[in-house]
């Protein structure tokens, strides 16, 4: 994966739910399909992390809206 982080920031948990509440971001687990069948944040897509690897840092077209600002997250 390219190191190119410069469009890649961390924001707050307040800055993320205002972006999802006004439908300008979408939430996306990049933990295994498995763990993420197992639970997840409400409304969150799967796209594993390993999937953003394989495909060097794009996300593949059609996984999430191409509007929205993308939040991932794995806990």
Do not use: F, K, N, W
């Not at 890649?8 to 307040?14: G, K, L, P, Q, Y």
């Not at 999802?20 to 796209?47: K, N, P």
Request: charged share 25%; glycine share 6%.
């Amino acid at each position: 994966m390219s190191e190119d982080t410069t469009d890649v920031r961390r924001i707050s948990v307040a800055e993320a739910r205002a972006l999802l509440e006004t439908g300008r971001g979408v939430l996306v687990d990049v933990r295994d399909h498995r763990l993420h069948d197992d639970t997840h944040a409400a409304g969150a897509v799967s796209l594993p992390l390993a999937v953003i690897q394989a495909t060097q840092g794009r996300v593949p077209a059609g996984a999430v809206p191409p509007d929205r600002v993308i939040i991932l997250y794995c806990a």
